[in-house]
């Protein structure tokens, strides 16, 4: 297999040389699960553009910014929406007295909020790039927190404009009038400001202004040791019931990092547990969207939260936690099926079994609601070849048709050994993501019913719930490997430097990218379909903000 991949490999990076001009490329290097191409910082645009018309890197996944002792660099993780196999990194090199690159943004617009966030943090600049501010800390803050020679005892000073009377100045300019949407929860799960310009009631520009729970998780995550410290942490990125689904993402780059081999048992419990996740995931959207279109606390948005209840009682049996869950470890999970089995196993098949009642309530309730329909039905277009200029997966990508989902695409747990199929909805609208959510929820308790039938017949000698892993590990090497969280693709970056900690731990939460395109998606509409939207969206705050 490892030849196989190799192989695979070296075909990719060839054919990514030979369609780029021999100006750019600088040098070949090595990150594991996928090739790596060096190229000059004042050609970045020329790199990407030729490697998306031209060899098919439609999908700019990840974009990390880092600091070496003698250089800084980005890291672009590119992909294809077609065939997930095609991975390539592409890493730019800056020296440390003139951190300069070329912006990828004028190919891969999802780059804009990336390149952002490697300015805020690392302290690269970006030319040519859009809109080239601070996207996490405030505008006012001295320095970039992870650079090696960043003061974090100095102080910050907060100038005189910032504490000025934000209605002071006349917002009315001509026939558009500046509108604060927030900070609050507006149709998200986290604290979000929207700044949007109205013409009339109509809206001519949206900026989502996030930062206001920035928890610096990746900080925490590179404190930490690999084998006992990190993986609570997860859990904390998506509380809306994900906290299994961001789990197996660290368990999956690091078990690849450390060569580790999760027994077969233990992949049967992953993917049981990581669906049932998903399904408490999409009940929360099912019950606050519910509130997001109608205003009112009516019986879809009780019915959801009763429907999750018991969905949390299941996980609170199986890890002993209702919402950090902190059941995973690397190598596989931290115990077995809670005694007796039977008990546990008939509570999980009968909600299965009642589901598809349920479900059909919800349709009646929600999706056959004509004040819904109306809400939802043509708004919010999102159309596929935008959602892929913004990097948008998961339910808010396959509401738009893509056919792509990393349990098929990269297939890892036990999911190819099951029967199970990926949703997608062509509307490209609000309406749409409602429906990929619900057909999802589906999916997963099909994908649950059958590791239930699994586990039932497993044999005692073979229930094997951890890899014998070493107390520390201490791996080397560059990784990004990602899952199909409950939003889509959440991956993480670490390049590992031989020690018991990470020297960069990246997220790549994927409410980050879809919260990106809302301006495409709400421009020209009204502030209720600008609500309506958003809530479409699925946002959980605390994975943009990390």
Avoid at 161 to 166: I, L, M, V, Y
Avoid at 295 to 300: D, W
């Amino acid at each position: 297999m490892q030849q196989q991949q190799s192989s695979t490999a070296n075909r990719l990076v060839d054919e990514a040389v030979t369609a780029l001009p021999d100006d750019v490329i600088v040098n070949r290097d090595s990150h594991q699960n996928a090739p790596a191409l060096v190229i000059r910082a004042d050609h970045v645009q020329k790199a990407p553009s030729t490697l998306r018309s031209e060899v098919g890197f439609d999908h700019c996944s990840c974009v990390t910014a880092q600091e070496y002792d003698d250089h800084f660099e980005t890291v672009y993780h590119l992909t294809s929406y077609d065939d997930r196999a095609r991975e390539l990194s592409v890493i730019v090199p800056t020296t440390k007295d003139n951190p300069v690159s070329e912006s990828a943004a004028p190919v891969y617009r999802t780059a804009e909020w990336h390149e952002r966030e490697a300015y805020d943090l690392v302290g690269i600049e970006y030319e040519d790039h859009p809109n080239l501010r601070r996207i996490l800390l405030p505008e006012t803050w001295q320095g970039h927190p992870l650079q090696n020679d960043h003061d974090q005892a100095q102080p910050q000073i907060v100038t005189l404009r910032e504490h000025a009377n934000p209605v002071q100045d006349d917002t009315q300019q001509g026939d558009t009038m500046f509108l604060n949407i927030g900070p609050h929860h507006p149709s998200t799960h986290g604290v979000l400001h929207l700044e949007v310009v109205l013409d009339g009631e109509q809206v001519t520009d949206v900026e989502p202004d996030i930062r206001y729970i920035h928890g610096c998780e990746e900080q925490m995550c590179q404190k930490g040791t690999y084998r006992h410290q990190i993986m609570p942490y997860p859990d904390r990125w998506d509380w809306g019931g994900a906290g299994l689904l961001n789990e197996w993402a660290y368990a999956r780059v690091i078990e690849d990092l450390a060569d580790t081999e999760v027994p077969e048992y233990a992949q049967v419990i992953r993917t049981m547990s990581a669906e049932l996740s998903r399904i408490l995931s999409h009940l929360l959207f099912t019950a606050m969207y519910a509130l997001d279109v109608s205003g009112e606390f009516n019986a879809t948005s009780m019915y959801g939260f009763r429907d999750r209840e018991i969905v949390q009682d299941l996980l609170e049996d199986l890890t002993g936690q209702r919402m950090m869950f902190n059941y995973s470890r690397v190598g596989g999970v931290v115990w077995d099926i809670p005694e007796p089995r039977g008990e546990f196993f008939d509570n999980v098949r009968s909600f299965i079994d009642d589901l598809p009642q349920r479900l059909d309530e919800y349709h009646d309730l929600l999706t056959s609601n004509e004040v819904l329909q109306v809400r939802c039905v043509d708004t919010g277009k999102l159309l596929p070849e935008v959602a892929k200029q913004y990097g948008c997966t998961g339910p808010v990508a396959r509401g738009s048709g893509i056919d792509y989902d990393l349990r098929r695409d990269d297939s890892y747990g036990y999911y190819d050994r099951l029967e199970w199929d990926v949703v997608t909805e062509d509307g490209c609208d609000n309406f749409a993501r409602v429906l990929v959510r619900l057909r999802e929820i589906e999916e997963s308790a099909a994908i649950v019913e059958q590791c239930v039938d699994l586990l039932e017949d497993w044999p005692n000698e073979e229930r094997t719930v951890q890899a014998n892993v070493p107390r520390t590990l201490k791996p080397s090497g560059e990784c990004y490997k990602a899952v199909e969280g409950a939003k889509g693709e959440l991956g993480i970056y670490i390049r590992a430097d031989g020690t018991e900690t990470p020297a960069r731990f990246k997220i790549r939460g994927p409410s980050f990218s879809n919260l990106s395109a809302l301006s495409a998606m709400a421009e020209g509409e009204y502030v209720p379909d600008l609500v309506a939207t958003l809530g479409s969206l699925d946002t959980i705050i605390g994975e943009v903000d990390r």
